[in-house]
């Protein structure tokens, strides 16, 4: 089977997921209202709310909530075959993403734009909302301080792609300020911020920026690392029409350009290239290397923003549901950007098993788990634009390592402003008044502990990211939950959010325990994973049992009226 006929199962899949169910959820499941006054409107601040035009807004969750963990995820988890990654990459998108993304976006805009955390309050009672807020600050402190080390590392292995990374800020800069401040139309701004950017991108082909050895007493890695944090830091606190709107649309729409070019390739390359992009990795692998652990249930956890993924509803509670201008803009914006993120797990699959030229030079790269990742993506990737495209192989690969880097920025700076978010909330429920900058402060502290804690090249960030993918999938389980109860509560179907809930938590419990087992095991012990998986464990557990039971309550209660959503919380706010 070549790589064509994958894509176009794939965007099949994804297409009528976006035209059929989506609709469904849109119209009969939440009941989207476009008269309903979005938290945009009603606290409109200039700073953080701030009502937005819908493909905007898709720029900025699309590049949000995609980061580098779509590319990293299916990459790696290929070694189990291709079938069993593109079977979840697909229906994982469209059944339990697409509603995961829409879900939290309609449930925090019918709360004000409140945190996913702070809907657990409401929906789930104070015991079970303290304890979110631990799996939450978790889950969002492995995604900065491992996003930095990403970053760094493809800074450092591709330096072409440091002056379009950079330079996209400048080009986000002046986007924000033609749209907001000027009044230019979208469409002439976008195609002009888009030439730009890959105008840097042909730069940088070309100019290769590569740090000394030393600089200021600090190597490479460190430079790179705390340039990252003194970026994020400046970023989450700027207001979002500044940077992160225009630099999260700009990228959005470049990053798809991108996937365009990557499926053009496949196309080009089957009907007409020397070289057929056919597929050299196996249906299902049945010759793992020692040491794979078992693809049920590690499969579910490995691909996990490219399925499902809890980050998404923080990105969906915490930003986006703060800038939606109408609440109907939400399935463009939701669904449609968790469809964006399957296509660039699509992409990446593609990349790894019909990029590579041969099945030895698979197998060779597939040696051990965890030794493909981003490098087999951009090597696919390239290979694959090269022989369709005729892209020379240098630009190719400054292109895909353009794409992952800035994926994983866009998703930084969104991370740190939720984890500012984050520790501001957990300062109200202790009684403390955290303001902006502090809380950035504390964020950066603790991101760049975590990121040097074993040595000054960053060793330390990807420490816990062991736990990410558990963490990540029983965090979208939570989030399910919440959506379930308002759900219940409404008197309206809860099964498009309980089938998915049920499953990922199972899955992503289970995958929890054997890691757990994995932490103590002779040899590779690691006592703060091991303490980290039983906080997660315990605090997730808790958790479902409080959601079991608030939907077990919102049965037996009144149905929730129509018209009462815009004012029930006023009201209780008034009380």
Not at 149 to 177: D, E, H, Q, R, Y
Request: charged residues 10%.
């Amino acid at each position: 089977m070549g790589s064509l006929v994958l894509m176009l199962i794939g965007l099949a899949m994804f297409a009528a997921g976006y035209f059929i169910y989506s609709k469904y959820l849109a119209n009969r499941v939440y009941r989207l209202d476009p008269a309903f006054r979005t938290p945009a409107h009603e606290l409109q601040d200039g700073v953080d709310y701030v009502p937005t035009n819908k493909f905007i807004l898709w720029g900025h969750h699309f590049t949000s909530v995609a980061g580098a963990a779509p590319i990293v995820g299916p990459a790696i988890a290929v070694i189990w075959g291709w079938l069993p990654a593109l079977l979840w990459v697909t229906i994982g998108t469209v059944f339990f993403a697409g509603m995961h993304d829409l879900g939290t976006l309609w449930a925090s805009t019918r709360n004000k734009g409140r945190s996913i955390g702070a809907l657990s309050g409401r929906y789930i009672g104070k015991r079970g909302a303290n304890l979110f807020l631990i799996v939450i600050f978790l889950l969002l402190l492995m995604v900065i301080a491992a996003f930095a080390v990403v970053i760094k590392n493809l800074l450092i292995s591709t330096p072409t792609a440091v002056i379009p990374t950079w330079g996209a800020i400048i080009v986000a800069l002046l986007v924000g300020v033609a749209v907001y401040r000027m009044r230019w139309p979208l469409i002439p701004v976008t195609v002009v911020g888009v030439i730009a950017l890959y105008g840097l991108i042909v730069i940088g082909s070309t100019t290769p920026v590569v740090l000394p050895e030393s600089f200021l007493g600090m190597s490479p890695a460190t430079v790179w690392i705390l340039a990252l944090f003194i970026y994020g830091a400046i970023a989450s606190l700027l207001p979002v029409w500044v940077l992160l709107q225009p630099r999260d649309y700009i990228n959005g729409v470049q990053l798809f350009i991108g996937l365009i070019l990557l499926f053009g390739a496949v196309v080009i390359a089957t009907l007409f290239g020397a070289t057929k992009p056919d597929i050299v990795a196996p249906m299902i692998n049945m010759n793992l290397p020692e040491g794979t652990p078992s693809m049920i249930p590690l499969l579910f956890v490995t691909i996990a923003c490219g399925a499902i993924s809890g980050f998404h509803g923080m990105v969906s509670s915490g930003t986006t549901s703060k800038q939606l201008d109408k609440e109907t803009d939400a399935r463009f914006v939701g669904y449609f950007g968790a469809i964006g993120e399957g296509m660039l797990s699509l992409g990446t699959i593609l990349a790894v098993v019909g990029g590579i030229q041969s099945t030895a030079a698979w197998e060779e790269i597939y040696s051990s788990f965890g030794s493909g990742g981003v490098n087999a993506f951009v090597q696919g990737g390239g290979a694959l634009m090269e022989n369709g495209l005729g892209l020379p192989a240098a630009l190719s690969a400054t292109v895909l390592a353009t794409m992952a880097v800035l994926f994983a920025a866009t998703t930084m700076d969104t991370g740190m402003r939720l984890l500012r978010f984050i520790v501001q909330e957990i300062g109200d429920a202790v009684k403390v008044k955290i303001g902006k900058i502090p809380a950035t402060l504390i964020v950066v502290v603790v991101g760049l502990g975590l990121t040097f804690s074993q040595g000054l090249g960053g060793e330390g960030g990807l420490r816990i990211w062991p736990l990410f993918g558990t963490t990540n999938q029983l965090m979208a389980s939570l989030s399910l939950s919440i959506i379930a109860v308002m759900l219940i509560r409404k008197r309206r179907n809860p099964l498009p959010a309980l089938i998915p809930l049920v499953l990922v938590f199972v899955l992503s419990f289970w995958a929890a325990i054997e890691q757990l087992f994995s932490f103590t095991a002779p040899g590779n012990e690691d006592w703060l994973l091991f303490a980290l998986d039983v906080i997660i464990i315990v605090a997730s557990v808790w958790v479902a049992v409080e959601a079991v039971m608030a939907m077990r309550r919102a049965a037996k209660e009144p149905a929730e009226l129509e018209d009462e959503d815009a004012s029930i919380e006023s009201t209780r706010e008034r009380v």
